[in-house]
């Protein structure tokens, strides 16, 4: 089935530092890809998403490639505030199990101190 | 209006109790989710409806029964839970199912301790 392979971290920067978290799939077919994030306590938001090869998402500072022949969907983000605390996650649309569904990394939990 | 809203956000149960969690949202999306997560993970799917209809249940054991009274609504009754099923329950919703855009509308959770 397809699955996404993320950087598990957890990250800890300095505010205004540069931010990667890495993340990579396999499935078959070009599945639309998320970036997803859970800010504590509360339920996951959708981040921003690319829908086919080369496509860049962007959304609050933080973007995000779609590169087929690497496989890739890392997120990056110039400076990063306080504010972006969270666990973020990597996702597909694609298949698992049999079922057609939105498969997650297992995340990357981010801390960003003042 | 954007929001999934879940009710409660924190049950406390005994293994013999029967409980229920409700979603509803007002976006007119045809497809509803519950998910669940542990710690420090990602969420797990559990159940799909689409249309008012299941169209998916990831093997989940019997204790756990979904309802979709109507294209706003999705319950999740609890019965004879055991403290492994302690976690945070998510409830979603998208326009259509992840065949669509695959994006998904999530409510803040439902916290469930089984003692």
């Known amino acids: 089935g397809d699955s996404v392979t993320q950087m598990e971290g957890p990250v800890t920067l300095s505010e205004e530092a540069f931010l990667t978290i890495n993340c990579t799939y396999t499935?078959?077919?070009?599945?639309?890809l998320f970036w997803y994030v859970q800010y504590p306590g509360e339920g996951l938001q959708l981040l921003l998403k690319?829908?086919?090869?080369?496509d860049k998402g962007s959304n609050k500072g933080f973007e995000a490639t779609y590169r087929k022949e690497t496989t890739s969907f890392h997120l990056e983000k110039g400076s990063v505030q306080v504010s972006d605390s969270a666990v973020y996650f990597c996702?597909?649309?694609?298949?698992?199990?049999?079922?057609?569904?939105?498969?997650f990394g297992k995340g990357t939990k981010l801390t960003v101190n003042p | 209006d954007t929001e999934v809203t879940q009710t409660p956000k924190h049950l406390v149960m005994g293994m013999t109790n029967k409980k229920s969690l409700k979603c509803e949202q007002h976006?007119?999306?045809?497809?509803m989710y519950w998910y669940k997560q542990k710690a420090k993970k990602p969420p797990e799917l559990m159940f799909v409806?689409?249309?008012?209809?299941?169209?998916i249940n990831e093997s989940v054991p019997s204790r756990f029964s979904p309802e979709c009274p109507n294209s706003s609504l999705l319950n999740l009754h609890l019965h004879a839970l055991q403290p492994e099923d302690s976690a945070l329950y998510l409830c979603?919703?998208?326009?259509?199912?992840?065949?669509?855009?695959?994006?998904?509308?999530f409510g803040e959770g439902s916290r469930l301790t089984v003692l």
């Open positions: 499935a078959t077919g070009y599945p639309s």
């Open positions: 690319a829908t086919k090869a080369d």
């Open positions: 976006m007119g999306h045809r497809a």
């Open positions: 996702a597909l649309a694609g298949f698992q199990g049999g079922s057609e569904k939105l498969v």
């Open positions: 409806y689409s249309y008012e209809k299941l169209s």
């Open positions: 979603a919703s998208s326009p259509r199912g992840i065949a669509g855009t695959g994006e998904l509308f």
